[in-house]
């Protein structure tokens, strides 16, 4: 009975390779990756699939970790497409954000041929751990941590990222002043690595014109918002950002039955990556907080438990399937991206000037 079993085995294994491949590229989703396992995991793919991702070490926190961007495309060897740029887990402890990430690359490349619509004429850039010094403190040392890890004044340690930025740094409520605060923005603008290296791929991206879409990932109060979170006057292609974040908030709602609101916050604080991409130029910028719901509907916030990862992850791959939709359908090639008096290079201009077409 073996042989003809075996001799089945070998022949599927002939006649699909794909699937061989696919199954031992899997993304593992039956609990979190600490920072070495998505690192891991990155360069497994870069290996078994170098025309499609390559990953780029964009600089090294304070504990001498890697910042490292994936830059994916279709493999087809046109360079200077336009580009969707993503980022995940600024805040630490929201850790279904490089899951959604690693999740979101997975589907690109791994499930190319189910995706290859959003790869036609776009490359797709993400930093799945824009933190990985609090992402590593959040979750073997204290769940709750937000910040990054560098020492403030005092014994006080870590600045809030997304209250890090430049445009309105410092606007807002007192705590953005207290360095011992989760809310702390730093002395300055971009006084933390991790915020001037998303800062120097926004740059990059405009100075050589491919950003269309920056989009941020955030938990967990099921939300998709944008521009202005500093100000309340509305952007000047707002009825584009309202159709967009419908569209996703309609999509995860028929597939899971989860409510995304959708709303310009307005007249808040300031420092958040998501003013600064639009104000530098891409003329669609959102935050996107994903769910923290069990298929019960209770609500687990920032720690859904490890057996709701994989559901929470299908359904922020919706969500992020139809952002990368609707950009690609707003902004085709053909549209020239003309920048306003709003989209200008601020004066804490980028530092470092990064090729970032990938290796072909």
């Known amino acids: 009975m073996w042989r003809p079993l075996s001799a089945i085995v070998f022949l599927v294994a002939i006649v ?85 990430a690693l999740y979101t690359i997975y589907k690109l490349v791994v499930e190319f041929e189910e995706n290859a619509d959003l790869l036609a004429d776009f490359d797709w850039h993400i930093m799945p751990l824009a933190n990985p010094d609090g992402y590593e403190y959040s979750r073997k040392t204290n769940s709750t941590w937000r910040n990054t890890r560098t020492p403030n004044v005092g014994d006080c340690i870590g600045t809030n990222l997304n209250y890090n930025f430049e445009l309105g740094w410092g606007v807002g409520f007192p705590e953005l002043k207290d360095s011992c605060d989760e809310n702390y923005a730093g002395s300055a603008p971009f006084t933390e690595v991790e915020s001037r290296t998303v800062r120097d791929i926004m740059h990059s991206l405009m100075q050589s014109e491919r950003g269309v879409m920056y989009l941020s990932l955030h938990s967990s109060i099921r939300m998709v918002f944008y521009p202005w979170i500093y100000d309340s006057k509305p952007l000047l292609n707002e009825g584009e950002h309202v159709e967009i974040a419908k569209f996703v908030a309609d999509q995860i709602f028929q597939s899971s039955s989860t409510v995304i609101r959708t709303w310009q916050y307005g007249e808040e604080f300031g420092g958040t990556s998501i003013d600064y991409a639009f104000y530098v130029g891409f003329p669609l910028s959102f935050a996107f907080e994903l769910s923290g719901l069990d298929h019960n509907h209770v609500d687990h916030g920032f720690f859904p438990p490890t057996s709701e990862i994989r559901r929470l992850a299908d359904e922020s791959w919706t969500g992020i399937r139809a952002f990368g939709k609707k950009a690609i359908e707003k902004y085709p090639p053909s549209r020239a991206i003309h920048q306003s008096q709003e989209h200008r290079t601020t004066e804490n201009s980028a530092t470092r000037t990064w090729g970032l077409d990938p290796v072909v």
């Open 16 to 100: 699909n390779p794909l699937a061989e491949t696919r199954h031992r590229d899997q993304l593992q989703l039956d609990d979190y990756l600490d920072y070495d396992g998505v690192m891991e995991y990155l360069d497994q793919l870069a290996r078994t699939y170098p025309d499609r991702i390559t990953l780029k070490d964009m600089g090294l926190t304070y504990e001498n970790r890697s910042l490292k961007l994936a830059m994916i495309t279709n493999g087809d060897g046109r360079l200077g497409k336009r580009v969707i740029f993503m980022d995940a887990a600024l805040h630490a402890r929201e850790w279904m954000t490089p899951v959604a």
